[in-house]
């Protein structure tokens, strides 16, 4: 079994979709089986990956959750070769409610997610802006978080709230569930503001936050609208070499993971 990533921060706008996207684009292209599951309602990750989101014969997130579709069926094929979505759907607003009522309810993720046996490499999760029953599924399936933080005002407000869900599911639900890193985003290194952002969240996180900073960058910003990752839609952008920086990191953090785990 590959490695279960869910990409939280339940305030909204800190390019949780963009990361989510980006990297799982940039460790297909190094050959790494990829999935990336949209669990948002919004389904931006779908879209910005050229999925049809309303299409209605397409399995997706909601049909997994609910309906007990297998995630093998619930995949789609994308431009980038070796990354695989289970899309996203605006139904999962409802999903929640639906979810209420039933025994494990924080569950219905990782029970979905044990009867697929097909190899993979990186099951990402992009999570909704919220710490909502979609976002404790997430947790509760993971091995590991990984944080997009902001580099702008407020950005570690959300973060303790954020922390206090984290302690808590490793408490009760997932003991394993460990921060596998943090990564700043929209990083104008030229303002002073986001240099004291930095500071902030490499003091608060340590060795967690990853070396590599993403910076606000256009074309990381068009991209989705032409329903690309940015390796495609403008490889030689500084977005693009961000995050193929990040998937650099990210591999070699992996490997010191699987060293720890064995």
Request: charge should be neutral; include cysteine.
């Amino acid at each position: 079994m590959g490695l279960i990533l869910a990409v939280v921060n339940q305030k909204g706008g800190v390019g949780k979709t963009t990361t989510s996207v980006n990297l799982a684009a940039f460790l297909a292209i190094r050959g790494k089986r990829v999935i990336l599951l949209d669990l948002d309602p919004q389904a931006n990750a779908s879209s910005g990956l050229g999925i049809d989101k309303k299409k209605e014969d397409n399995k997706n997130t909601y049909s997994l959750l609910i309906d007990k579709t297998s995630l093998k069926d619930c995949l789609q094929p994308t431009s980038v070769r070796n990354l695989q979505v289970c899309a996203g759907t605006i139904d999962l607003a409802g999903a929640e409610i639906e979810l209420a009522p039933l025994d494990q309810r924080e569950h219905c993720l990782k029970n979905a997610l044990k009867g697929f046996t097909d190899p993979y490499d990186y099951l990402i999760i992009d999570c909704p802006p919220s710490l909502g029953l979609l976002t404790l599924n997430a947790l509760s399936a993971a091995q590991a978080l990984l944080i997009p933080i902001q580099a702008e005002y407020y950005a570690l407000e959300g973060v303790t709230q954020l922390m206090e869900t984290y302690h808590t599911v490793k408490q009760t639900i997932n003991p394993e569930l460990e921060i596998f890193g943090v990564v700043l985003t929209m990083f104008d290194g030229r303002t002073q503001l986001a240099n004291q952002v930095e500071q902030d969240v490499r003091s608060y996180f340590g060795e967690k936050t990853f070396k590599t900073v993403i910076p606000r960058n256009v074309r990381l910003s068009e991209a989705p609208s032409y329903g690309q990752p940015i390796s495609v839609y403008d490889r030689r952008s500084k977005g693009a070499e961000a995050y193929l920086k990040l998937s650099r990191e990210v591999l070699k953090r992996t490997k010191q993971w699987k060293e720890q785990l064995s």
